[in-house]
């Protein structure tokens, strides 16, 4: 998770725009626990993981949406059911709650 802080920092000093993703919150068996963060650039690189698999692909689909369209932060969360776990090879089965939140300036008490 370090890394994820030092590229927020990093993306906050050349005043990029980016999304921080953060598992908030699961119940069940999940392929992550709650803190777990990924940031994505404004490019579509990241740093960071969620778990891996759909899951991550959609949140880091949905944040390259909110970089693109100026979108506030959302909360989501996801049943990794069987019907999912089937598509993706999971073995969990619980359900994992995120916020994505845009970063789009610097702090202003930053400075």
Request: charged share 25%; glycine share 12%.
């Amino acid at each position: 998770m370090e890394s994820v802080f030092k590229a927020a920092v990093q993306e906050l000093d050349d005043k990029n725009p980016m999304v921080v993703a953060t598992v908030v919150r699961t119940s069940g068996s999940t392929p992550q626990k709650s803190g777990a963060k990924l940031l994505v650039r404004e490019d579509g690189s990241g740093v960071g993981t969620l778990g891996g698999g759909c899951v991550e692909g959609d949140i880091w689909f949905a944040a390259q949406e909110l970089l693109k369209r100026g979108g506030d932060a959302e909360l989501r969360d996801y049943q990794l059911n069987e019907d999912l776990a089937a598509q993706d090879g999971l073995v969990c089965g619980g359900t994992m709650y995120f916020l994505i939140d845009p970063v789009r300036e610097s702090d202003p008490y930053r400075d």
